[in-house]
Structure formats: structure tokens, C-alpha cells
């Protein structure tokens, strides 16, 4: 009776295991599946700011060779400056605006709608990310987000469409596009990146390495780690539930 009772918890002590890398594997792996955008720092309404795309490659057997980025129509920005990327050469793309803008004081009659980076060699490879530094404003002030709808070109000619909304009250789509939320207006109007760009629209300063590699994949890095963690954990907690119930049943 007792070696049926230590196989039985043997059991399921096992099956603890599996469910636990189980659960650990369904909760990482939406952390490294987007394109998503954030600010560096502060994104302020009515200021400007340095935003960062970032890419991750989803294949295993391709390389991200290009992305599209398509700016808000509603809210047109006056200024769009990307940073260069080192193995990548950016374009942009201006259109005329239905309704002009007035910018510090300057009628302003045609917008940035779109960026478009594209690799020089390889591009981003398997198990790599890459980020895309714009310096935007100003940004505006009656709006909470920005919507950006970007396109995903893999060396293979694949390419995946991050241009689903998020709806209020419903579940996450498959192919969100990315979104920056803008904080509260500070108080010289410039916002928390006035001092990489300017309003009068001047270059600015380089910032960090953009170069991206798998050892510094942040939160993209530690959901695979976690993963790997619980294949480890669950594997573990099989091996002792087998090995258990042979003693359990050996001493019986």
C-alpha cells in the first residue's frame, strides 16, 4: 500500500512539473512576438520625441530584410528624422497634407507618412532583434496614442502585416500594430526629448548602439531563458516521478 501511495504522489509531483514549463512556455513566448514602439524616455503631448521600433525576427530559416513604417494620417507629424542604423538605409516618404499645419508658427502643407528601412546585407537573423530610432513631434496634444502601422519584409519574400487595432475590451490580434502611448504635457511644451530633437527640426545627437544581439534581447532574452527553465523543470519532475515509483515498488 505504501509503494502505491509513493508512486501515486511520485505521479504527481511529475506531472506538477510538466505543467509548469508548460505554463512558463505559454507565457513567454508573446514577449518577443511584435513589432512594437517606445519612447526613450518620455513620449508628451504637444512635444517631441526620440521613439524606438523594435523587430524582432520570428523565422527560423529567414532573415528581416525590410520594415515599413507608416505614420498616422489623423495626427501628421511636422518632423520625422530617422537615426541611421548601421547595415540598413532608410527612405523617407512625404505626401501633401488635406489640411495644413501651423508649426510654431509656420504653415506646414506636407508630412512624413512613411519610413521605410531596408538591409544592406543580411539584415536581422534568426534569433536577433533590431531597433529603429525616429526623432518625431510634435506630437499632438489631443490624442492619448499613436497608431503605427508597420510591414515586415523576411528574406524569403514573406511578409507580415503589423496593422491590426486594438479594440476596447477585446483580446489582443494576431498581428497588432504598434502603438505609442504619449504622457501628459510638460511644462515647456518640448516634452521629455527636447534635447535630442529640437522644434526647429535640427539632427539630433546620436544616441545609444542600436546593433541589437541576442545577449541583449532584455525581455525577449529572459522569456527564452525562462522557457528553456521550464522544459528543464518539467523534464526533472518526470525523471523523479519514474524513478521513484521503480523504488517505491522495488522495496515493496
Known amino acids: 500500500m505504501k509503494a502505491i501511495n509513493g508512486s501515486l504522489k511520485a505521479s504527481r509531483l511529475a ?33 517631441y520625441a526620440v521613439v524606438d521600433f523594435k523587430v524582432p525576427n520570428e523565422r527560423d530559416n529567414a532573415s ?3 520594415l515599413e513604417v507608416s505614420l498616422p494620417a489623423d495626427h501628421p507629424l511636422a518632423s520625422v528624422m530617422p537615426q541611421p542604423v548601421p547595415g540598413w538605409t532608410a527612405v523617407v516618404t512625404k505626401s501633401k497634407l488635406d489640411k495644413p499645419l501651423t508649426v510654431h508658427g509656420k ?6 507618412t512613411k519610413v521605410t528601412w531596408t538591409a544592406n546585407g543580411k539584415g536581422i537573423e534568426p534569433g536577433y532583434f533590431q531597433k529603429f530610432p525616429l526623432s518625431v513631434g510634435q506630437l499632438p496634444e489631443d490624442a492619448d496614442q499613436l497608431v503605427f502601422k508597420a510591414l515586415q519584409t523576411y528574406s524569403n519574400n514573406e511578409v507580415v502585416r503589423w496593422i491590426e487595432t486594438q479594440q476596447k475590451g477585446q483580446q489582443e490580434p494576431d498581428n497588432p500594430a504598434p502603438v505609442l502611448e504619449l ?39 529572459t522569456a527564452r531563458v525562462l522557457g ?6 518539467g523534464a526533472a ?13 522495488s522495496a515493496s
Not at 107 to 112: C, F, P, S, T
Not at 228 to 233: D, S
Not at 237 to 249: D, E, H, K, P
Open 15 to 47: 506531472v506538477a512539473g510538466v505543467a509548469a514549463a508548460s505554463a512558463v512556455l505559454v507565457l513567454s513566448a508573446p514577449a518577443f512576438a511584435h513589432v512594437t514602439v517606445q519612447p526613450e524616455g518620455a513620449a508628451a503631448k504637444g512635444g
Open 64 to 66: 528581416t530584410t525590410k
Open 107 to 112: 504653415q506646414i502643407d506636407e508630412a512624413v
Open 183 to 221: 504622457s501628459a504635457a510638460s511644462g515647456d511644451g518640448h516634452g521629455a526629448a527636447a534635447k535630442d530633437a529640437s522644434a526647429d527640426g535640427s539632427t539630433a545627437p546620436a544616441a545609444k548602439d542600436t546593433t541589437a544581439q541576442a545577449a541583449d534581447g532584455g525581455s525577449d532574452t
Open 228 to 233: 528553456i527553465v521550464g522544459i528543464v523543470v
Open 237 to 249: 519532475g518526470v525523471a523523479y516521478g519514474v524513478l521513484a515509483g521503480r523504488r517505491r515498488t
